[in-house]
């Protein structure tokens, strides 16, 4: 009985992990380039009370064996990196990657971090940053005489000079993606840095070799979708309250086995 009351308590531990996922993705509903989270879950581990293919006999073996679980645990939350939609805003420094892709960012530290966020600006020197004020990688600056700001779908960005009838190109934007863009490591802010999962970066032009395009006056809105993450606060609160009934339902057994010991 005891063994089923710690049974019962990693389920509930596992659905309300579940939940805390869910509430994270409903609170990131409106964050740029947000994926959202699922939990992955696993059992753990048994008690072999009677080995499968074990002898009964000299000449016979148990088919099945007798194996009693112990519960289940979440062992990952795994991204969903999956496209988000495209949202206009006609921001000449709002850029949305269409396609496979982050864009590179300069931390403080030195290190490059990875990001799906393309609400950029200008600072002061006129370099593009994002919202923290991070330079984008390779750094841009626009000059300050620039009239207008264009950005191609190959990373292309050009601007309108006075006094000039042909633009200037005066950089070009490059991506990164990861062989396993599940693997790396949020660190809040709309970035990520790379682990040993994700691999290392590998940068390019975008449009080509498998990375996507960028469009210019576009946001990537979030990709998660309230209508399945409210289906499945549902279904984690429907199990939560079995396993809960279950725990309850332990307890009462005991209370009946104390009785009838006395």
Do not use: C, W
């Not at 659905?15 to 993705?25: A, F, G, L, P, R």
């Not at 991506?175 to 990520?192: E, H, K, R, V």
């Not at 970066?201 to 006056?217: D, F, K, R």
């Amino acid at each position: 009985m005891m063994q089923s009351l710690a049974v019962v308590r990693t389920g509930l531990e596992a659905e309300q992990t579940k939940m805390d996922v869910i509430s994270h993705n409903l609170a990131n509903v409106n964050t740029t380039g947000f994926k959202r989270m699922r939990p992955v879950f696993s059992d753990l581990l048994y008690e072999n009370q009677a080995q499968a293919g074990g002898f009964t006999s000299q000449a016979t073996n148990y088919p099945s064996g007798l194996q009693q679980g112990t519960g289940a645990n979440v062992v990952a939350t795994e991204p969903m990196v999956t496209q988000g939609s495209l949202e206009q805003t006609g921001n000449a420094l709002d850029l949305a990657i269409n396609g496979q892709g982050y864009f590179q960012i300069l931390l403080p530290s030195g290190q490059v971090a990875y990001t799906r966020d393309g609400s950029f600006q200008l600072s002061a020197q006129g370099q593009v940053v994002n919202a923290k004020g991070y330079q984008l990688q390779p750094p841009v600056t626009v000059p300050r005489s620039a009239q207008k700001i264009t950005i191609g779908s190959d990373g292309t960005v050009s601007v309108q000079l006075q006094n000039q009838a042909q633009p200037s190109q005066i950089g070009l934007i490059q991506l990164a993606n990861f062989i396993n863009p599940a693997g790396l490591q949020s660190n809040g802010d709309n970035l990520a840095t790379p682990t040993q999962a994700s691999g290392a970066p590998i940068t390019g032009q975008p449009s080509q070799n498998g990375l996507g395009t960028v469009a210019q006056g576009y946001l990537e809105g979030s990709n998660v979708s309230v209508v399945d993450e409210m289906i499945d606060m549902i279904a984690t609160q429907r199990a939560y309250e079995i396993n809960t009934q279950a725990a309850k339902n332990v307890d009462q057994m005991l209370g009946y086995l104390t009785q009838v010991s006395q």
